[in-house]
């Protein structure tokens, strides 16, 4: 197969995965497997799953870290390029046209829908913290108690960073593991 010719084929077959395959990165590495493995022969089994275990490993959606492996085997620095404008310009016009949806029923059912979500999800989140603070309340330990009372001043009386009070209760976390590791060390050695 001449090499531009194959490039073609990568772009489609990519594309055509994408845009037709639902249910996350790991269905798209499936279909993936049954072109470039056993349809066109491009890549051996073992290829695949080293690919499909490195685009799942490293940072990014797995679709397109297969898409980045696949097409730089089959054709280098092209092959990669062409394999990821493939895996992400179906989503990129789903995504699209329902922007343009969005904006047109935003005033209606669509707001009213994605205000129920944030009220349902605001309901989890705090039947979480509440079930964590009755935990922590539970336990009777004055030192957690006492971080926790001063976690939830600082959010909502001082209304500090949360990025700060979670380094803070870190913080007090590893210097009370010291504190008790150093007690234990001097309990035992006495």
């Given at each position: 197969m001449k090499q531009k010719?194959?490039?073609?084929?990568?772009?489609l077959k990519t594309l055509y995965i994408s845009a037709f395959t639902f249910g996350g990165?790991?269905?798209?590495?499936?279909?993936?497997?049954?072109?470039?493995?056993?349809?066109?022969?491009w890549i051996d089994e073992q290829e695949m799953l080293d690919f499909t275990a490195l685009a799942q490993s490293c940072p990014g959606a797995i679709a397109v870290n297969g898409a980045i492996l696949v097409g730089w085997k089959?054709?280098?620095f092209a092959g990669m390029v062409v394999a990821v404008i493939g895996t992400i310009l179906p989503p990129m016009a789903i995504l699209a046209v329902l922007?343009?949806?969005?904006?047109?029923?935003?005033?209606?059912?669509?707001?009213?829908?994605?205000?129920?979500?944030?009220?349902g999800v605001a309901a989890v989140i705090l039947d979480v913290s509440c079930g964590l603070g009755v935990n922590v309340l539970k336990e009777k330990k004055l030192y957690s108690i006492a971080i926790m009372v001063i976690a939830f001043l600082?959010?909502?009386?001082l209304d500090v960073n949360v990025i700060y009070i979670i380094a803070a209760g870190i913080l007090a976390g590893t210097i009370r593991?010291?504190?008790?590791?150093?007690?234990?060390q001097t309990a035992g050695a006495v």
């Amino acid at each position: 197969m001449k090499q531009k010719h194959r490039l073609l084929v990568l772009f489609l077959k990519t594309l055509y995965i994408s845009a037709f395959t639902f249910g996350g990165g790991f269905v798209i590495v499936t279909f993936m497997k049954k072109c470039f493995v056993d349809e066109l022969h491009w890549i051996d089994e073992q290829e695949m799953l080293d690919f499909t275990a490195l685009a799942q490993s490293c940072p990014g959606a797995i679709a397109v870290n297969g898409a980045i492996l696949v097409g730089w085997k089959v054709y280098g620095f092209a092959g990669m390029v062409v394999a990821v404008i493939g895996t992400i310009l179906p989503p990129m016009a789903i995504l699209a046209v329902l922007s343009v949806c969005y904006a047109a029923f935003a005033s209606n059912w669509v707001a009213a829908a994605l205000e129920g979500m944030r009220v349902g999800v605001a309901a989890v989140i705090l039947d979480v913290s509440c079930g964590l603070g009755v935990n922590v309340l539970k336990e009777k330990k004055l030192y957690s108690i006492a971080i926790m009372v001063i976690a939830f001043l600082a959010d909502f009386v001082l209304d500090v960073n949360v990025i700060y009070i979670i380094a803070a209760g870190i913080l007090a976390g590893t210097i009370r593991f010291i504190w008790m590791r150093k007690r234990e060390q001097t309990a035992g050695a006495v």
